[in-house]
């Protein structure tokens, strides 16, 4: 016999399965490639679209306005810019529109004796529209400057202000918000699609009863555990795999310099990710055990969807107390306490209590799965109900 | 030998095995056999533990046996288990590293038991592609391939065809050669009587025979032939004498003992020519109708 050792633990051969049959499931592949694809797309394209050139012809009829195009133009191709401005000198009031409403100016700057006008076709593009108002603005400042004896310096010193916040600083708030989001829907998709992968491998067993060999070759919670951990495992692959290739792709672009503040943060992400992950997973293999086909599955997950959406929302939306409240409880901390971190100074004691407590609800529910797990999956007939399986024999 | 000892299993108030107590020895098929709802496949998870006791103990070789020696065990549940949508060399290699093989050893004893089942050229192939009956035989190796202990296999000849039939027993035959203690239902009774050293006989959750043929056989009523010209219609009128049956010159006897048994004979010798005089040797699906319709 073959029996002497065993070369690896069982859970651990529970675990490799659960990855072999995932990494070899071609839906899984072309689902993870075509998100991968997604990922890279949306930063190249945003990257593509800030640093494309912008070319705007203004149909002029005097001096004072291409000297404001001129204006435009300077400021446009100024620190790195890529917006050019061209004049186009009509004869008249009618031939600079009649320019505009053919299509060889995108509009036509034009000066009356009650103000300047900006006409476009159909539609005036922000940038132009923008160029044009400033050009024009330091125009006008400066001839009335000159008027008035003075300059355009003088006029405007001491108007200028920084801005500041009492809680976190006002730079990483744009940068908080937006890493929140990106982390909230990354645990909400991975809390879903391998939690649901979890529940449906637990009751792939049970409705085949190969549950019934595998009881008697290990121990049952030994088959749990390697379930979680693998599962764990390829929901921790993929993000690291979706984290890299947006990172990636960033620095790529040269869109890195908000890369440095969110790696750091995304390192607490991960943490936190991983302790969130594994309460969810120990709830989705309860679900998976109760239920007996795979429609019971979209019944009995109601409750772990709800806990899911509200941990997504909390990082979201949640400020102030509400926040501060949110980082300290299990699952929904996963997205809020990283959240905090991003937006301010936090006492890292803080930090690691809130990680204390999400590990100590992932051991208690891991051994409460345990539990159920064991009573439930060995059941034939319809779905249980949680309290059902607590009164099962085993 | 794996001796299960005053087992019980209750359901409530129902009782589905009553103290049930037999032997699985060593070396020896052991047919157990019984109406549906007997409680046969409930003793046999019980037995691996699949399903947790009321009372009673099970013992291998002696000692309580316990989560450790049942995973070297080899068992074929009830509703048979695998996963549909994988190949089928690639969860037998599964199934063999959990009960503690190497994965080479795994695939390559796992690729001898497919071949021996005519099932070689199918390995990558998913299960569910598969026939019922090769399905079947993949289930066969599953409980097979780890060289197991000992077999508890609940209905491992139903829906087999004749030669799957014969290759399974000449598998299972190598394992009790071997030394392996197998326990196996079955209602194909004629098959119980091909292949068992003993059977187990229960209904309504007790044992109710239990032994070897011989065993059985010698406890089961003893009757006998005589035939005898020109008539053996005389013996209706003898004491201690049961008559079963008579048709001219044969007669079927049961008699109260052994000397009514020879006052019969020595009748007998003095009416006719007696051409034949010996026991019925009873089949066990005989026995096995007898005891149940007792």
Known sequence: ?394 | MLQVRNLTRRFGDKTAVDSVTFDIPSGQMTGFVGANGAGKTTTMRMIMGVLSTTSGEILLDGAPLDAEARSSFGYMPEERGLYPKQPILDQLVYLGQLHRMSSTDARKGATELLERFGLGGRTKDKLESLSLGNQQRVQIAASLLHEPSVLILDEPFSGLDPVAVDSMVELLRERTSAGVPVLFSSHQLDLVDRLCDNMVVLQQGKVIASGTGDDLRAKAVNRHRLTISPDAGWVRDEPGVRVLDVAGPTAILQFDDDDARQRLLATALTRGSVEEFAPIRPSLSEIYREVTAA
């Open chain 1, 1 to 394: 016999m073959s029996t002497v050792s065993r070369p690896t633990p069982a859970w651990a051969i529970v675990t490799l399965r659960e990855v072999m049959v995932k990494a070899r499931d071609r839906s899984y592949l072309i689902s993870t490639l075509v998100t991968l694809v997604l990922i890279v797309g949306v930063v190249v394209f945003n990257a593509y679209m800030s640093s494309k050139a912008e070319e705007y012809t203004v149909a002029v009829t005097g001096a004072d306005a291409v000297s404001v195009v001129e204006t435009a133009h300077e400021t446009g191709q100024a620190d790195g810019g890529n917006t050019s401005f061209e004049a186009v000198e009509a004869s008249s009031r009618e031939a600079a529109e009649e320019l505009v409403r053919s299509g060889e100016a995108d509009a036509a700057l034009l000066v009356a004796y009650d103000g300047w006008t900006l006409t476009g076709n159909e539609e005036l593009a922000n940038g132009l529209q923008q160029g044009i108002a400033e050009a024009l603005r330091a125009e006008v400042l400066e001839i009335n400057a000159a008027n008035a004896g003075t300059t355009p310096e003088a006029l405007l010193e001491g108007s200028e202000f920084k801005t500041a916040l009492l809680n976190g600083d006002a730079e990483n708030q744009f940068v908080a918000q937006f890493t929140g989001f990106v982390f909230g829907f990354l645990f909400y998709m991975a809390a879903i699609v391998f939690g649901m992968a979890i529940a449906t491998s637990v009751l792939e067993e049970k409705q085949n009863r190969v549950v019934e060999i595998l009881a008697t070759a290990i121990p049952i919670r030994q088959l749990l555990y390697g379930k979680v951990a693998g599962n764990t495992i390829l929901a921790m692959i993929q993000l690291a795999l979706y984290a890299g290739a947006a990172l990636l792709a960033l620095t790529f672009t040269g869109t890195a310099d908000s890369v440095s503040t969110i790696i750091p943060a995304s390192g607490w992400f991960l943490v936190f990710f991983l302790v969130g992950f594994l309460i969810l997973a120990s709830l989705w293999a309860m679900i998976g055990s109760m239920a007996s086909r795979t429609e019971d599955l979209n019944n009995s997950s109601g409750p772990v969807l709800t806990v899911i959406i509200v941990a997504l929302f909390a990082g979201l939306f949640a400020k102030g107390q509400l926040l501060v409240a949110a980082s300290f409880v299990p699952v929904i901390s996963t997205v809020a306490m990283p959240v905090r971190m991003l937006s301010g100074e936090i006492p890292l004691w803080e930090t690691f209590l809130s990680l204390a407590l999400a590990l100590a609800a992932a051991y208690a529910l891991l051994r409460f799965g345990e539990k159920i797990y064991r009573r439930a999956v060995m059941q034939g007939g319809g779905a249980l109900t949680l309290r059902k399986a607590m009164k099962l024999e085993q």
